[in-house]
T-cell receptor, first 111, second 111 residues
Framework: QKEVEQNSGPLSVPEGAIASLNCTYSDRGSQSFFWYRQYSGKSPELIMFIYSNGDKEDGRFTAQLNKASQYVSLLIRDSQPSDSATYLC???????????FGKGTLLTVNP | DTAVSQTPKYLVTQMGNDKSIKCEQNLGHDTMYWYKQDSKKFLKIMFSYNNKELIINETVPNRFSPKSPDKAHLNLHINSLELGDSAVYFCASRNTNYGYTFGSGTRLTVV
């Protein structure tokens, strides 16, 4: 069974701090990795994707991938209360058609 | 225009009834999905169609039957509804970067 693991949280950080969200995956053949944000009662929205080892930055968000360790992370700099949401890690395995999701990490940013 | 639209947004029904959820995307994508999100926010894939062909059929009771009349539409019919079917059902279509665009979800409550 191919799995994606995340700490369920809640992860609580003060406003302005860096929030660090982590994800591990079991399928070594995984090719692409995604972070989705889901506000309560809303649908997931894509915020970052990464294919290659290393870092990828987009505004306040940085995705980090280490395929050898089967680990992907999301850093949110200068966290804002509006970043409070559940963050879902998703992994595209050997089949390009299927995304497997982790159970999500609830992030709370306190003003 | 909404990229991926689902109807209805809310569905409350009694056990034993049959119901359908409809999904349409105007993004021109070939691949569409149904995901189920339980009360703990876990997103689990159910079905996927690529250009009207069923390509993913996870372990789902056969009371659930998807139908794709064309590549822009993917419907989900559920027979003999059970209490455990209560969840949020998300439709999604696949972007060229292999990530998904989700619909707004259908909250199904079986009483």
């Amino acid at each position: 069974q191919k799995e994606v693991e995340q700490n369920s949280g809640p992860l609580s950080v003060p406003e302005g701090a860096i929030a660090s969200l982590n994800c591990t995956y079991s399928d070594r053949g995984s090719q692409s990795f995604f972070w989705y944000r889901q506000y309560s009662g809303k649908s997931p929205e894509l915020i970052m994707f990464i294919y290659s080892n290393g870092d990828k930055e987009d505004g306040r968000f940085t995705a980090q991938l280490n395929k050898a360790s089967q680990y992907v992370s999301l850093l949110i700099r200068d966290s804002q209360p509006s970043d409070s949401a559940t963050y879902l890690c998703a992994v595209n395995g050997g089949s390009n058609y299927k995304l497997t999701f982790g159970k999500g990490t609830l992030l709370t940013v306190n003003p | 225009d909404t990229a991926v639209s689902q109807t209805p947004k809310y569905l409350v029904t009694q056990m034993g009834n049959d119901k359908s959820i409809k999904c349409e995307q105007n993004l021109g994508h070939d691949t569409m999905y149904w995901y189920k999100q339980d009360s703990k926010k876990f997103l689990k894939i159910m079905f996927s169609y690529n250009n009207k062909e069923l390509i993913i059929n996870e372990t789902v009771p056969n009371r659930f039957s998807p139908k794709s009349p064309d590549k822009a539409h993917l419907n989900l019919h559920i027979n003999s509804l059970e209490l455990g079917d209560s969840a949020v059902y998300f439709c999604a279509s696949r972007n060229t970067n292999y990530g998904y665009t989700f619909g707004s979800g259908t909250r199904l409550t079986v009483v």
